[in-house]
């Protein structure tokens, strides 16, 4: 297949200087539908075949980490019909991944407050969890009722109950103790941040992880994200510096 001028193909990229965790913002659903004077909930739907789209090529790729904020603390605010309708579409796209996920080698993980989910959630992603739990090409980490406020609250909470204890002195913290408390603990910081629909915030997304990553906005609305575009992206990081506050 021959692409065009402005696109860019998997052997332009140098495979030594792939990101190793790529997180994304996937946001503009509900502008998608609304362009197409359709409801939100057909814009999050076509925003789940993108979501496939984008796994397949990140394993594809190379990539050892894909992030992916399904779902925040504050999009619990969202109408009851709206919230009712992502849980269910997630529910679906559990059910309907994981055999692709067992055979193409990609450990599901979930970071956020996964007890607020439905039930019938839980059970899915535990299911999925468990059936993919010794695979080792990719990690998908699904972010699902994630906040990084709450992330940073909870991790308060345990490292105090550990000085309460006795177990740790407040004197020996350390940022590697602190992010031991995480969500993410084991998983590297993301070394590229992109996110969809042109927005320029960051939204409550891993807040301590992000210090020093990469950060790429682009106007495309989710649903229409595609292998292409991150292909051009991967090749916009590939020509950054990254400098970590030196010289
Ligand atoms: C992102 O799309 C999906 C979720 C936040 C669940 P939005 O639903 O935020 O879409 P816009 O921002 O309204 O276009
Ligand atoms: C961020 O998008 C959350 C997710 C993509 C899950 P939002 O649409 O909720 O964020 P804001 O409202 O634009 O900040
Ligand atoms: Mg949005």
Not at 46 to 74: H, M, N, P, Q, W
Request: proline letters at 4%; one cysteine or more; hydrophobic letters at 40%.
């Amino acid at each position: 297949m021959n692409s065009s001028p402005s696109s860019a193909s998997l052997a332009e990229l140098d495979t030594t200087k792939l990101p190793a965790h790529i997180a994304i913002i996937m946001d503009g659903n509900g502008r998608w539908a609304k362009k197409r004077l359709l409801n939100r909930v057909s814009g999050h739907e076509k925003g789940s075949d993108a979501v496939r789209t984008v796994v397949r090529a990140c394993r594809e790729i190379g990539v050892s980490y894909l992030t992916l904020y399904a779902f925040s603390t504050e999009n619990w605010q969202r109408p009851r019909f709206e919230v009712e309708a992502l849980m269910s579409l997630l529910k679906r796209f559990l059910e309907s991944e994981q055999n692709e996920m067992v055979e193409n080698n990609i450990r599901l993980r979930v970071i956020g407050q996964v007890d607020r989910l439905p039930e019938k959630v839980q059970e899915a992603l535990h299911q999925t969890m468990k059936a993919t739990r010794d695979n080792t090409a990719m990690t998908l980490i699904l972010a699902l009722s994630y906040g990084g406020r709450a992330e940073i609250v909870r991790m308060v909470q345990e490292v105090a109950n550990k000085i309460r204890h006795g177990e740790v002195d407040p004197d020996s913290i350390t940022a590697e103790m602190v992010a031991d408390h995480l969500y993410t603990r084991d998983i590297p910081d993301p070394d590229l941040l992109i996110r969809t629909s042109g927005e320029m915030r960051v939204s409550n997304f891993l807040l301590w992880q992000i210090a020093y990553t990469e950060i790429f906005v682009t106007p495309t609305l989710w649903p229409d994200f595609n292998r292409d575009e991150l292909l051009q992206i991967l090749k916009d990081y590939q020509s950054r510096e990254r400098r970590f506050g030196q010289v």
